[in-house]
């Protein structure tokens, strides 16, 4: 038995094609929203799913709000975020799986492909991306993080699934430009809490962007950001995703990078000149 855990709010345009891409598979279906305005409660009743609402602090502590409170049936859950969706082959490969899984492994990471304005980005290093989205309920949790959060395994190891789960939010750039700057707020007291070593514990789903981002705080702040555009937009060949995707690294690997570093800077200049 799957059960699927997506977290929402204000994702009337999403939705429903997450939703629709889990029929088949998924046994039950768990939102969690955080007291959406919009008819996102209405999409989710439209599927069956059920429905609980929850104060957002940040996507670690929901989902572990929800692992806590919610009646969860599955001996499987899949989480998903309201602006992806399962390609038909991974479900099917899921369903597949998850019927022959050897007891050792209680978790699965999958593909993620990440689409900017219609357009799959698929170089600048940002595909494939794993992450460990499919567990064994009561065998995972995630960790306490403001962003970048990732699944811990409480026990057991984990395989991978051969094809992809789709990123396709269809909010619009507005509605990306504010997530963005949310996420820049949160990374920035992240990377202040650690002293600026965030990042800096290995994780076995995602050790090659562990490895850049370790490099990259101990660059000089500002700077990084530069370098880190070039390595992706030249290096990992992002000028080949088209005007598209070249909008989005700019957008992903300098401007939120930037803008970042200037939260950062802020803070710091804050503690040390308290009149500005």
Known sequence: MISVLVLTK??????????????????????????S???TKDIAKMYGARFYEHAFENQADQVNWALGNVEIKGDWILRLDAD???????AKEIKKTLLNAPQ?????????????????????????????RLWRRGKGAYEEREVDEHLELLEGGSGRMKHDFVDDNKKGLGAWIEKHNTYAEREARETLKGNFQLFLRPRAQDRGATFNLQLYYRLPI?????LYYFYRLILRGGFLDGREGRLFHFLQGYWYRMLTDAKIYESRRDVRHPQY
């Open 84 to 90: 992806e969706y399962l390609t038909p082959e991974l």
């Open 37 to 39: 305005t919009d008819t």
């Open 10 to 35: 204000n994702e009337e345009k999403n939705l429903g094609t997450c939703l629709k891409s889990v029929e088949g598979l998924a046994d039950e279906i768990i939102i969690v929203d955080s007291f």
């Open 104 to 132: 050792e492994i209680s978790g699965y990471e999958m593909k993620r492909r990440v689409y900017f304005l219609g357009k799959w980005v698929r170089h600048g290093g940002y595909y494939p991306t794993w992450h460990l």
């Open 222 to 226: 500002f700077w990084r950001a530069r």
